[in-house]
């Protein structure tokens, strides 16, 4: 099993998630960061003051797979997330030893099906 972890932008959001949900991919895990990258640091002004961002806010998104589907997904989140602008993100790819479904005790690939 795989663990795919998207760094995006806020402004993609849904339309991964669209993507994904159109595809049979519907467990996922949204959550709000902030970081940085190659996207730089931005300069703003408030009230004749400047001040530097330099993290910048980003959404995390977390899909667990069976091994067979992880190029698929990778590729769904890849195609819906590009703006083809610094800053896109970064997909992660990690091995997942083992998946446990709290409300059955069905562990490993059986824990991952929709029921």
Excluded: W
Aim: aromatic share 4%.
């Amino acid at each position: 099993m795989k663990m795919i972890i998207a760094i995006i932008r806020p402004g993609r959001l849904a339309a991964v998630k669209n993507s994904l949900n159109e595809n049979g991919f519907t467990g996922v895990t949204v959550s709000s960061v902030k970081g940085c990258g190659s996207q730089g640091d931005i300069v703003e002004r408030y009230r004749g003051s400047e001040y530097k961002i330099d993290l910048h806010d980003k959404v995390e998104i977390k899909v667990v797979v069976n091994d067979e589907y992880s190029e698929k997904v990778v590729n769904i989140i890849s195609d819906a997330a590009r703006t083809n602008e610094l800053g896109d993100g970064k997909i992660f790819i990690l091995n997942v030893e083992e998946v446990v479904r709290i409300r059955t005790n069905e562990v490993g690939p059986a824990a991952l099906e929709k029921k």
